[in-house]
């Protein structure tokens, strides 16, 4: 009687086969590791920017409800908020909005200011529209202010 002494092994191409099917793999994983960063990163991107026109339209609607007197400059691009003890002055310009030590990095596409539903290019506000860039998906802000009669006084 004869024992069999063969060890069970695998041949070596057998084991090529394994390799090359597990590099296969692997290089599909990574692709797909790669498409799906390239998507949080453009989620990350479209939500940080929709945060800063949030942020600007929430510090539009504050200002526009704190002060009673405000002005839009035409020539020097700026809008004006004034009360007896205060005054802040929104800065615009085509790749950002500065208002005090604050900077909106938004790009803006069209702006409209209003007064009484006339729109107008210098003087006393109480309605504003702005259309933000592709970049923002052309997203637009109206903010508004309730007129009191001393907005007719002058």
Not at 20 to 46: E, R, Y
Not at 77 to 101: C, H, P, R, W
Not at 111 to 127: E, H, M, R, T
């Amino acid at each position: 009687m004869q024992i069999s002494k063969k060890t069970q092994a695998f041949t070596l191409s057998e084991m090529i086969v394994v390799l090359i099917l597990t590099s296969i793999v692997v290089g599909l994983a990574f692709s797909v590791l790669d498409l799906v960063q390239k998507q949080i990163l453009a989620i990350k991107d479209n939500y940080n920017k929709n945060l800063e026109l949030t942020k600007l339209e929430t510090a539009l609607w504050l200002d526009f409800n704190r002060y009673p007197n405000i002005t839009y400059h035409g020539f020097k691009e700026e809008l004006v908020f004034k009360n007896e003890l205060d005054s802040i002055t929104y800065f615009f310009s085509e790749a950002y909005i500065i208002k005090g030590q604050d900077t909106f990095a938004i790009q803006l596409h069209q702006k409209q200011y209003y007064f009484d539903g006339k729109i107008l290019n210098n003087g006393q506000v109480d309605a504003l529209k702005l259309e933000a860039s592709k970049a923002f998906q052309n997203k637009q802000l109206f903010v508004f202010k309730q007129n009191d009669a001393t907005s007719y006084i002058d």
